[in-house]
């Protein structure tokens, strides 16, 4: 990360481009409730210049850290060096807490908070006299919620990570966020570990503040809000407690004031080529199954069509080249210091794999002047493209009589799944199989070990587990094979309506849409059936013909909802789209452009 050099600010006099929208709250001569507005803002230590100067924008923090959500805990700290770069810049800051979300905690799921901490992002920046948002992103869900409240609303704003935690150490084995876990599980489901063991060992790959420390979701989204333009270049993978970071927090402050003088705003930002360009990056950095999902929700909530077609045409074919787990071996603090996600993009920019050099970026230029020449300082780490980590890496989008969508991460096929199940020289990249399916989780762990039918060559299937099914969509589709397969290396494939974590190096067939909560065909397979993949031609079928399966849909009825348990939870499933629609609340979406159409 470099900081960019001093440019001009308010604190230097530049008039703003377009009047500042926090001062119809503050200074119109004929609203008799200014004196109400500003007494409460004095009450809260704030001068008057503070406040009116026609010249000092006001900036909101939306803090996303507290000790519930201790992945983004450190922005309680950094929020005062933003304070202190938008103050330099002229700016007031003013920071307000933002609904909290730690992923691996909340229940049901963290997903099904994403829409609600939406939600709430998008009534505070409107009903506000707020003129641009810094957003302070981390943990998994917290920067979809927050680039898509920023997109509604469309006033200026930036996004700026928490960063990742330090390399966890087990000995001298290198242990990743969530990826040890899924490992740790696996060895305790074959009798190897004791659970003491595993919690040790899941405990040792958090050794400081931070986000997860893998290529999870978390990393991931932060690279791609840098990557669709919303961060300042080299900062999504500067480690939590890195000096770089207190210094990228400043400069992320000083930047946002000259992009509300400038007017430069979300819609500027997040066009068509963005999210391509985004797409392009999710490839080359390995990055999470959930990485479609959110961004099909920012590109709804700023009005660009973006579909998980877009996803496999764009991404698919491109390669590899960060090699941190799940997908490879290093963790962040490697893939910081061999250059971060500008050193990956000048890779693809000398091959001319960036869709879209000339899109702009909040630091004033384009991605592709922010990254050319900041080549990696170690292969290791981030490949060149003449020698990736796999060389077609991106999504597949499937399609089917089981579903319209269903995405497969291909650069985590491991040789063992590529040598069971994709290896048929007359059949390859294809294979059958019979099924056991599931009816959410809890069905899951029941039967997994008892149910003697499940073997070599079964394919499993979780179903209940979609956005209404599991309200959220629930991360269990990567789904272990009972023990005693384990042990003698087998895998099994797993297919799902529901999510698998980022950090999961498994290539399960997941976020199908329909889910089977809605009617999707998921709902009335029964174990035994079977299920044909072919990854060639992007298919997944099960061996039932139409009439089967309307006859099966007048038998089994409609899939049973569980109860809501939250009032939240009804409001969600009312409203909420498909995963392969991002999972948004639909009425939402009609709500566009809120700051320029607020007529203030
Ligand atoms: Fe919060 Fe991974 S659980 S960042
Ligand atoms: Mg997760």
Not at 24 to 34: F, G, L, R, S, V
Not at 190 to 219: F, W
Not at 365 to 384: A, E, L, T
Not at 474 to 502: H, T
């Amino acid at each position: 990360f470099t900081a960019p050099a001093e440019g001009p600010s308010a604190a230097e006099g530049i008039e703003p481009a377009v009047p500042l929208r926090s001062k119809a709250w503050w200074n119109d001569p004929e609203d008799d409730m200014c004196g109400a507005y500003v007494e409460r803002y004095l009450n809260g230590g704030l001068t008057m210049g503070e406040i009116t100067s026609r010249k000092k924008p006001i900036i909101g923090i939306a803090q996303t850290g507290s000790d519930l959500a201790p992945c983004n805990s450190h922005h309680v700290q950094l929020a005062k060096r933003v304070r202190d770069g938008i103050i330099a810049a002229g700016g007031t800051p003013i920071e307000f807490p933002c609904h909290p979300i730690q992923e691996t905690s909340k229940r049901p799921t963290a997903s099904l908070d994403r829409n609600l901490a939406y939600l709430s992002l998008v009534e505070v920046l409107y009903g506000y006299p707020l003129d641009g948002v810094v957003l302070l992103t981390g943990c998994d869900k917290t920067t979809p919620a927050l680039l898509m409240a920023a997109a509604t609303v469309n006033i200026p704003a930036i996004a700026m990570n928490v960063g990742p935690m330090l390399n966890g150490y087990l000995g001298q084995r290198l242990v990743g966020s969530g990826t040890v876990l899924w490992d740790a599980r696996a060895a305790m489901a074959a009798g190897k570990i004791d659970q003491a063991q595993m919690i040790r060992e899941v405990a040792t790959s958090a050794p400081s503040l931070g986000h997860c420390n893998t290529m999870g979701t978390a990393s991931t989204m932060n690279a791609l809000a840098e990557a669709l333009g919303m961060a300042l270049p080299g900062s999504a993978s500067i480690p939590a407690v890195y000096r770089e970071r207190g210094a990228c927090a400043y400069e992320t402050g000083r930047r946002i004031v000259d992009l509300v003088l400038h007017d430069v705003k979300p819609s500027d930002i997040m066009t068509r080529e963005a999210f391509e360009n985004a797409i392009a990056c999710c490839t080359a950095i390995g990055g999470s199954t959930n990485a479609p999902i959110h961004l099909n929700a920012i590109a709804k909530h700023i009005g660009v069509e973006l579909t998980c077609a877009d996803w496999e045409r764009v991404g698919y074919s491109l390669p590899l080249l960060v090699n941190v787990q799940p997908a490879g071996i290093y963790l962040c603090e490697e893939y910081h210091r061999a250059g971060g996600l500008p050193a990956v993009i000048a890779e693809l920019l000398e091959a001319e794999l960036l869709p879209h050099p000339s899109a702009l970026t909040v630091s004033g230029k384009s991605i592709g002047d922010n990254c050319r020449g900041d080549f990696p300082n170690d292969p290791r780490v981030i490949r060149p493209v003449s020698r990736p980590v796999v060389t077609q890496a991106g999504f597949l989008n499937l399609t089917g009589n089981l579903f319209d969508s269903a995405i497969m991460k291909t650069s985590v096929i491991s040789p063992a799944f590529h040598e069971q199940y994709l290896s048929n020289p007359d059949d390859p990249m294809a294979f059958e199989g019979p099924i056991a399916v599931f009816d959410g989780p809890e069905d899951y762990h029941h039967r997994i070990e008892t149910d003697k039918n499940i073997a070599a060559g079964t394919i499993l299937i979780m179903r209940g587990a979609g956005p209404l099914g599991y309200p959220g969509a629930a991360e269990v589709v990567n789904m272990i094979p009972p023990g005693r397969l384990i042990k003698q290396g087998i895998e099994l494939p797993c297919i799902g309506d529901g999510r698998q974590s980022g950090t999961s190096g498994s290539p399960s067939i997941l976020n199908a849409s329909p889910e089977a909560a809605v009617g999707g065909n998921l709902a009335y397979l029964k174990d035994g059936d079977v299920v044909r993949i072919d990854l060639n031609l992007r298919r997944a079928e099960v061996r039932l013909t139409a009439d089967e399966l309307l006859k099966r849909r007048d038998e089994m009825g409609a899939y049973k909802m569980p109860v809501n348990q939250t009032p939240w939870q009804e409001l969600f499933r009312k409203d909420v789209g498909q995963l392969s629609e991002g999972m948004v609340l639909q009425s939402a979406v009609k709500y566009q452009k809120l700051a320029q159409t607020q007529g203030i």
